[in-house]
Nanobody
């Protein structure tokens, strides 16, 4: 089992920044791919970014490229999502996920076995 706990959400104005954190624990969590997803009201859950514990290889959704950065601190068992230049369209509940997911499928939420509880991000114009 892997446990994931997100934090760092909040309400900000457009153009501001936020940093989300996801602390992982449990057996063999470091073997899994980590990812951030988000879900806005009335929308399906969508992928945001992914990273591997080993090597730190990343991928991003086109909608956040150049604005968001995913990173990890192995010693702290934590994955971060630095979000800059936030826009109202970024408003959503953000979820951290872990799974034995190939890179080619990183954006498929069904490929992740473990999920955090989510943290709300609200961006006002």
């Amino acid at each position: 089992q892997v446990q994931l706990v997100e934090s760092g959400g909040g309400s900000v104005q457009a153009g501001a920044s936020l940093r989300l954190s996801c602390v992982a624990s449990g057996r063999s969590f470091s073997a899994y791919r980590m990812a951030w997803f988000r879900q806005a009201p009335g929308n399906e859950r969508e992928s945001v970014a992914t990273i591997t514990w080993s090597g730190g290889v990343t991928n991003y959704a086109d909608s956040v490229k150049g604005r968001f950065t995913i990173s990890r601190d192995i010693a702290k068992h934590t994955v971060y999502l630095q979000m800059n230049s936030l826009i109202p369209e970024d408003t959503a509940v953000y979820y951290c996920a872990a799974g034995n997911t190939p890179r080619s499928s990183w954006y498929e939420d069904g490929r992740y076995a473990y999920w955090g509880q989510g943290t709300q991000v609200t961006v006002s114009s």
